[in-house]
T-cell receptor, first 112, second 113 residues
Framework: LAKTTQPISMDSYEGQEVNITCSHN???????ITWYQQFPSQGPRFIIQ???TKVTNEVASLFIPADRKSSTLSLPRVSLSDTAVYYC?????????????FGTGTQLKVEL | DSGVTQTPKHLITATGQRVTLRCSPR?????VYWYQQSLDQGLQFLIQ???????AKGNILERFSAQQFPDLHSELNLSSLELGDSALYFC????????????FGQGTRLTVV
């Protein structure tokens, strides 16, 4: 399983764009990159997943450079309700079970 | 609402006791995952089942066991409970078990006193 490194915390203000970068130098060829969001005392919630280049959905964008050794989750115009922990996961699709291992995550705090 | 149901929501029990946590996956999902989350350990993967069979194992203690039944619901059994087992226990489900989009339940908060 590829190890991931994310900033422990980030602060932002409402209306700003937030970019959270995840480093995964040992990513394997068949690994996908997945981001989850977790609010206190709730289960993590899937945000977005990608393999390469750029993926966009209604809540976020995911940028993955050609070497795939890092990825950036972009949250446009954040609000107070985006205050949460964001996890970057790398792996899955191994054919031998899927451990969906969560790292320590990034605590995003959005203020007025 | 993720479609994953966990019961009970809260559980308080004494050290040395045994408890069973239950999880019903989303309709159509064949795989179930169990996680433990505590303040000092973060989200720890415990075990994964797919269509009734154990698929992957994580940091699950020998005092803990799980199974997935033919109707695909799953149970996590925790025995000889210790104070340190107090945590939030999450169940998640996914369609194939090899997809990285999993849906988490609201969790069971276990307090061991």
């Amino acid at each position: 399983l590829a190890k991931t490194t994310q900033p422990i915390s980030m602060d932002s203000y409402e209306g700003q764009e937030v970019n959270i970068t995840c480093s995964h130098n040992n990513i394997a060829t068949n690994d996908y990159i997945t981001w989850y969001q977790q609010f206190p005392s709730q289960g993590p919630r899937f945000i977005i997943q990608g393999y390469k280049t750029k993926v966009t959905n209604e809540v976020a964008s995911l940028f993955i450079p050609a070497d795939r050794k890092s990825s950036t989750l972009s949250l446009p115009r954040v609000s107070l309700s985006d205050t949460a922990v964001y996890y970057c996961l790398v792996g899955g699709l191994t054919g031998g079970g899927n451990k969906l291992t969560f790292g320590t995550g990034t605590q995003l705090k959005v203020e007025l | 609402d993720s479609g994953v149901t966990q019961t009970p929501k809260h559980l308080i029990t004494a050290t040395g006791q045994r408890v069973t946590l239950r999880c019903s996956p989303r309709s159509g999902d064949l795989s179930v995952y169990w996680y433990q989350q505590s303040l000092d350990q973060g989200l720890q993967f415990l075990i994964q089942y797919y269509n009734g069979e154990e698929r992957a194992k994580g940091n699950i203690l020998e005092r803990f066991s799980a199974q997935q039944f033919p109707d695909l619901h799953s149970e996590l059994n925790l025995s000889s409970l210790e104070l340190g087992d107090s945590a939030l226990y999450f169940c998640a489900s996914s369609v194939t078990g090899e997809d990285t989009e999993a849906f988490f339940g609201q969790g069971t908060r276990l307090t061991v006193v």
